[in-house]
């Protein structure tokens, strides 16, 4: 809103990395695969640990009901679920609260191309399916149906995305499921131009800072 203030358009940390990825990493992957974008909690502190806040999920109840909708989900879809650790945290390659499903070492940004569709609660790293016009799957809880703050982010990602988000406390629901796999095409376009990039060509932040110097230098020359 002040004068001699000019907005350079750019890319979001994701999708600049994203486009920056050289990394030829691969999975063994004979059928499809699922991608569960993890967060520190409930397992870990996350950033409850600065705010002091207590987790809203709790691992008492969160994880049964998250192995029983990924067993059903693998059934009904004949894929395998891989866990995307977040980056704050280091876990176990085969926890058993995951009742052994492998937790992925590798960066989102190397292998995500690699999966044929994503779930999460509400992480930004769908940023990667809207990029990769992949089926992302938006899930939630009772408990998260506890804290009207918590949920409204979750339906709100949701809406943007144009998916149902779905609660895996509720009975397993094969319509709602597969009508997630269709894509809202004008939905993950306007999810990319909202919250991913404002360009249409793709140029690293870096390179856009720089060229933005080198210029400044040259008129200042």
Do not use: C, M
Request: hydrophobic residues 35%; without cysteine.
């Amino acid at each position: 809103k002040k004068e001699k203030i000019k907005i350079i358009e750019g890319n979001s940390y994701d999708y600049s990395n994203y486009i920056l990825s050289t990394s030829k990493s691969k999975l063994d992957k004979i059928n499809k695969i699922g991608f569960f974008l993890d967060s520190p909690a409930p397992k870990f502190k996350g950033d409850g640990l600065l705010s002091g806040q207590k987790n809203i999920r709790t691992e008492e109840k969160w994880f049964p009901s998250l192995n029983k909708f990924f067993d059903r989900l693998e059934k009904l879809l004949n894929i395998k679920i891989f866990i995307v650790a977040h980056p704050k945290v280091k876990q176990e390659k085969f926890p058993n609260y995951f009742n052994g499903r492998e937790v992925l070492d590798k960066s989102l940004k190397e292998i995500s191309k690699e999966t044929d569709l994503f779930i999460t609660v509400e992480s930004t790293a769908v940023s990667f399916g809207v990029i990769q016009k992949k089926p992302i799957f938006i899930i939630y809880s009772d408990e998260i149906k506890k804290s009207e703050v918590y949920l409204n982010n979750v339906k709100f990602i949701a809406k943007e995305l144009g998916v149902e988000a779905i609660n895996i406390d509720d009975p397993f629901n094969e319509k709602v499921i597969l009508s997630n796999l269709k894509i809202n095409q004008e939905k993950f376009a306007n999810y990319k131009e909202k919250y991913i990039t404002t360009l249409s060509t793709e140029k690293p932040n870096y390179k856009i800072v720089g060229d933005l110097i080198l210029t400044l230098t040259n008129n200042a020359s």
